[in-house]
């Protein structure tokens, strides 16, 4: 790891010092891990009590809340505008991943007329077929496959085991983590008559996934590939682990969206949403920009206004819960039983008092 | 890729032909998207506008639709009466797959015991254990595992790095795409009483998984092996991607299943079902022919009787749904509320109207 | 096969032997599949026709049900106290996993200056990085991969195609399906404006996962590295196929998490929890030790105390669930509906009797 002053920081990060800027970090923990020589992060003011009792050497802070502390904080801080993003950045600095010698591992397969940037570096095992380009300090990890005319831009980073299938095509900068399958076929079935009751012939899928620039994509995620156009995913898309994208849909750049959700074909989302985990998504669908999904929540249908969409149920402790989801089944029953009831109340003669008898 | 006329594929596909049957195309493509030597999908009426419009050189046109143009198109057309599966059809006849030559790869690694075929292709790092049975005209991608005993019929198709574990059957013309794993270990546990608290035993998991002919399965979709009995996918059966199969399911022939899917174990799936995507269903049920399940649908019981079930909640605009749901929590109160409303104004006596008043 | 007489496996189950202790067993199977020479599962009082009828030389028979029988059954018994962890226990005699000759695969590619014991077996294609450390009697299928620094401890199994990414740490015996990934990068995510609308920095991920001694790790599930701290797994923890836990995660010993299963990020999860499947758990939640969580339960909010807890919609007939599921996005307004007729009756004066009329 390097070793960088709370002033070399400064000098990438902007901010401002307050205390001793030569501090030497040499890494960067949690304010209940942080030992000498590391930085911590003091991200919100509930954590303000673990700060000062860290044994960080220096803390970042956001600005915010160094103008609000009424005693200093004793270790040496960077104070920051932006304190998320600096958080990600000193985090960088402090912990660069380690980048492997350029080259071809002796284990891979590589075909004889793929192009690969002498910066490259193909890890073990890999299979590169023909006619697949793979760009300048591409660093790509243990057998990841790209198959035949696909192709990787500037500085991917693979890990293990990635699979890119024929024709698709990834932008600069791409993070692709282990297991993750690019361009497998979409579910295209078409159905067909036959005397034993008819069975499903498959649609071959020839369009392919198409990946801008700056997109990661998690572990065991799968992307198909588009029927006959391509299934698109922009600049800046952020997908986490076990998430599936079917085949034709576009998701729109710098939305991020959460593990275990999956989106059914040629579904469009948005520019800059941000999708829960576990949420799904059907088929044929349009999601605005700038529109926020809960967890856990299933979207059947258009969203054209950006805002925050929910459809999960409340957790209840089990008895709970069979006393009142059977009343789901009757919730239509429900409801005509009070309408007939407004209607009865309505129906009364007015209620007489007293005063009115005769 | 291959150039047919349109006669051409009239000789593969049936139908009759509208305009020139001598266009000659190369490939196919969507209506937007398609161009010269192109053959384009008319595949309902709501497209008719963006047909018309269509650089294609040729389109597949529905009967039903064909009869009610009151005027014809600009394309040469072929038109059929089972339109889906003509667009499969034609798919494939004008992309079809690239057959790599057979043979083993140098990199991959095959038991000396075990059989392969000698049309078969073992793709790189394969590694193929003993008594393994590799059928005719299959192709491995690179970094399939076919573990000891497994098989394999005749013209399977495994893409990048399939596992099938040991002693499994597949039949024949499997798909299986990047990431599958077919016979897994089951998750079976059986609780052990010890001092500190208890643990877990390991069930060991003895069955195999057997899929039959035409069967598809997707990208990082997992089959579990049958703890004693056999997990059983019968022919004709699709699966999507990220599917979790559990260990003694069965799933009836030409049931189609799509994304992110799970069945618990021993549950039995009829034939002819369609399951929608993020479908959950718990296990030891039995799920009926001709059933469907909606997207995003939680199973919890037998469904004994063909046709279309869902349990999903609709999605609201975050903030309904917080004043909504609440009331979740309460349905069995609001329900007994209702109920002594109609109580209260049953025991009411009749209304007296002035003319009964004494 | 191993061949023992059902008082072999007494001498290991313990119980009581009715009839002949010398029956020759070399395997087990279902009742129904059971042949001569296997062993058979009398699980419990509903299976009982079926083991009268079935052709097993042998069944394992628990106490409670053995001594209710008013006539014996036609096989030999082992009669036990405690038949699951002896169903489990069987199975391991008679179907014990066949251990590969120790060595390293000349495929491997092992780093100069990793440590794997001698008594190891690293399968074809593995790929050992700098610093990783295998111990004794682990065993590696095909293509795995051990990351920089990363240990293994003792008799582990891995299938094939696992991923341990670099640093993290796997305790004793654990067995890890195909594909599963441990140490994937979290999904931390940094907004950071710019005049273009902003977009998403990756935060590094510098933590590690810990997994304790005991753990069984399902086929294609994720388990990510933490981003300062560690995501920890304890021993005997349990997780099936397809499950995600993010990073910083914290699971309990013995806890048993079915399929599908998603765990956002710092979320702790007690000890002895049992999670079904495709349950959702949001991030940074607390669970109390002796949960239990139903099947496809989405869970919004700690859980301090034990028992079991359900969120699911019930199943119904899609034109069932129509009507009904409508209501559930006007409920808020039906409680008011239902208010107000309650304040509505409660105003009317208090019905007249004839009795009381002037």
Redesign the interface.
Known sequence: MPSLTLADLQAHLGGTIRGDGNVLLN????L??AGPGQLG?LLGRKFLEQARASAAAALLVPEVLAMSLTEPLPQACLVVA?P??C???A??LL?P??MPAPGI?P?A?VAADCSIDATARI???C?IEAGARIGAHCVL???C?I??GASLGYACHL???V?V?HGCVVGDRA?L???S?IG??G???????DPG????????Q?GRVVVGD?V?I???T?I?RGA??DTVIED?V?L???I?V?HNCHIGR?T?I???V?I?GSTRIG??CQI???A?I?GHLEIADHV?I????????D?REA??????????????????????????A??K??KT??K??AD??A???PME??
């Open positions: 890494g960067a923990a949690s209940e891990k992060f932006n998320h993003a958080f990600a950045r985090l960088a912990h991943e380690p591992h284990s397969s890890g073990p095992g299979v990890g243990p057998h496959v198959g035949a890990h293990a085991r699979t299938q993070i983590h282990p297991g399958v497998s076929d579910f295209g079935l078409a159905w067909d008559a009751g008819g069975h499903w012939l498959k649609v071959p020839v700056d990661e998690g572990a065991n799968t198909d006959l156009d800046g952020k986490d682990n076990l599936q079917a710098h991020a959460a593990g275990c999956g059914a520019t800059y829960g985990g576990a799904m059907i926020t809960s967890s856990g929540t299933f979207v059947a249908k969203i805002g925050t969409y929910t459809s999960v149920q409340p957790l209840m402790r089990h008895a709970d819960w069979l006393r009142n989801a059977a009343h789901l089944r009757h919730l239509d429900l409801a039983r009070v009831l407004e009865q109340i009364q003669p209620p007489t008092t008898r005769p």
